[in-house]
Each structure stands twice: as C-alpha cells, then as structure tokens.
C-alpha cells in the first residue's frame, strides 16, 4: 500500500482519510472487502494523527490476499514514513 498524508488549509476537528481501492486489486467484491479490512486498520491508528490531518491510501493488488496483520503493519510503517514527508497542501488554483 501507499500512504500520503498532509496537512489540511484549513481547522478541521477530525483527520479524513480516504481510499483509493483500483480495478488492479480485484473485482468489485474484492475491491470492496479490502477497503473494509482498510477502514478496520486506519480507525486503530486515529488517535495517531493530529486534528485536520489528510491521509490517502492507496492498496495495491497484494492487499487482495494479504492478512489483516499484514495489512496493519504495512499501515503502520507506511504512516510512520508518511508523517516523516508530511506537507501542507496548496490552495487550489495556484
């Protein structure tokens, strides 16, 4: 999986986080059952990022068959790296 994570423009109370699951990864069931495994992980790890926070995370195909503590740590060292790249977005049309 690939994770981004940015800072949001403006005061927000709660980070969003959204997914993004492609046909690469499997048919629509598939597709579907990853991104619940997916919303299973990130809601463990909320309480690690700041109010406001942006996160996108993108699975690859190997998040199909991949375990749910698999998918966890992969998560979890994917955030770390993340955190560490953090950037604030830029204001749309500039």
Do not use: I
Not at 41 to 51: F, I, K, Q, R, Y
């Amino acid at each position: 999986m690939v994770v981004h994570v940015a800072d949001a423009l403006g005061d927000e109370d709660a980070p969003s986080v959204g997914f993004v699951v492609s046909k690469a990864v499997g048919n629509a069931v598939v597709r579907n059952v990853v991104k619940r495994r997916m919303r299973a992980v990130v809601a463990e790890h909320l309480t690690e990022l700041a109010p406001g926070t942006l996160v996108v995370v993108r699975s690859l195909p190997a998040s199909a068959s991949a375990s749910y503590t698999t998918l966890e740590s992969d998560f979890s060292s994917c955030l770390a790296r993340a955190q560490k790249k953090r950037r604030t977005p830029r204001p749309v049309g500039r």
